[in-house]
């Protein structure tokens, strides 16, 4: 396995440094280095060997550790699923995908989707190709989805997923109402202020210092969509943005620096056989992130720490007290952005993206006709319509990316989080000590513990179960949205 390793991480390198680095001018020129190398990951990963000494793994299993042997399981699970597709479709779908990434980046800039259109069209037909190949009947569009689905959530009902938004959705419309009616305006001015961008720069790296991530291990850089991958054995990068503002850049690396702290926390054994083909729960992982982003950075005992910090580096926030500013990145209100939503409102975001791309993969919503089924999601859910496409369907890169099923993963992770953030507040009951000293060693070692040790071979609702003995569900998430949102609009 040390061979398709290796190339899954050169793949990643590659595609890492076109996100980040690479000139525009120079994609074109790159598209083939990408195809080489995603096929050339493919190609030594689904060989008779590899499938040989996975059969014989399996058939042992049983005498290997638990965690071990179910990550046997999942990675003969990843095999199965990689061989279902040939090198050169894989290779064929990673040449549009490098162009559809740098139209779209120009398109979002531009706010011009009719730009991205054609390589969203070619992007989405390819798409259809794979769930068919997959096992999706090409007579009935409506299987597609589900198909794509289980590239990103192995085992994840759809349906329990789709219950779930639809439960939160309207959990959101009902808060905003009660939010309208309390006539409470909390202080937000700050978050709109306009900030040194260097400043900016250097707090980033600072932050995911404090949450824990290693820097002797990963780095940080700027780039237009905030994400984080992992780029060999003790090599995980995470990026942010400084164009949105201070709660942008903050809580933007708090999150990626969440992933990155589980990818830091993988078994070696898990890492130095990890191929780009694998197939894991990415809700556990968006639990992780959402967790250090809101579970722990949107607290008070948090802040109690570092806003004397934050005052240090940004003077002017002396005008603004501690309880205004913890009430300010709490608030309940509708945004356009969905990286930048506020928790109680983040969930109508995915939402709607989980209904367009559901919409557009099964030919029910046509392209051309994208911008405006998503402004109507927005609306239906937030009451307010985006005024470009922009702030609309081109502020996200996973359609170019041809990540289509992927984005319920996010409301899985927002739902998890609270779950698990719940039983280590049981366990550790003097967290808010650990918190106010900015120690979050604590935190970040239970949730090796229980999470990172077996994130990559459970699926979500099997690990949460494993966890706390309760079902995964929107309950805990309910909790944590009012225990941030009452005092700040004095509600029941």
Known sequence: ???????????????????????????????????????????TFITDENGQCLDDLVGVADELPTTQAAFVRRLKLSFDMARQLDPEFVERKEGIRTRSEAVWKVARAESNFKMFAPLLTEMINITREEAIIRGADANNPSTFYPVLFNLYEPGMDIALVEAMLDDAFAFTRDLLERVR??????????????????????????????????????????????????????????????????????FGVAHEAGHAIYDQNLPDYMVTTWVEAMRYSLGVHESQSRGTENGNCRSRPFWEFYYPKLQTRFPRLQEVSLDEFVAGINTARPSFIRVE????????HTRARFRVERGFIAGDIVVDDIPEA?????????????????????????????????????????????????????????????????????????????????????TAAE??????????????????????????????
């Open 181 to 250: 009616a309390s006539g409470v305006t909390p202080r937000t001015d700050f978050l709109e202020w306009t900030y040194d961008p260097i400043a900016l720069k250097d707090l980033c790296p600072d932050v995911a210092k404090v949450v824990g991530f290693d820097f002797d291990r990963g780095g940080f850089d700027l780039t237009t969509h905030p994400f984080c991958v992992r780029l060999g054995v003790n090599d995980v990068r995470i990026t942010g943005r400084i164009t949105n503002g201070l709660a942008g850049a903050f």
């Open 341 to 348: 939503a506020d928790e109680a409102t983040y969930n109508v």
């Open 374 to 458: 998503f402004n109507q999601e927005i609306f239906d859910g937030l009451g307010i319509r985006p005024p470009n496409d922009a702030q609309g369907c081109l502020q996200d890169i996973h359609w170019g990316g041809g990540l289509i099923g992927y984005f319920p993963t996010y409301s899985i992770g927002n739902f998890m989080g609270p779950q698990v953030v719940e039983q280590f507040r049981q366990d550790v009951p003097d967290w808010e000590t650990h918190l106010r000293n900015g120690d979050f060693g604590s935190y970040n070692a239970w949730m090796c513990e229980h999470v990172h040790q077996r994130g990559m071979v459970d």
């Open 463 to 492: 690990l949460v179960e494993r966890i706390t003995g309760k079902p995964l569900s929107t309950d805990a998430w309910k909790r944590r949205i009012m225990s941030g949102v009452r005092p700040v609009y004095g509600l029941n």
């Open 1 to 43: 396995m040390q061979v398709p390793t290796a190339w899954s991480y050169s793949y990643g390198l590659e595609a890492w440094y076109q996100r980040v680095y690479c000139p525009a001018s120079a994609i074109a020129a790159r598209e083939f280095g990408a195809k080489l190398l995603a096929g050339m990951a493919h190609r």
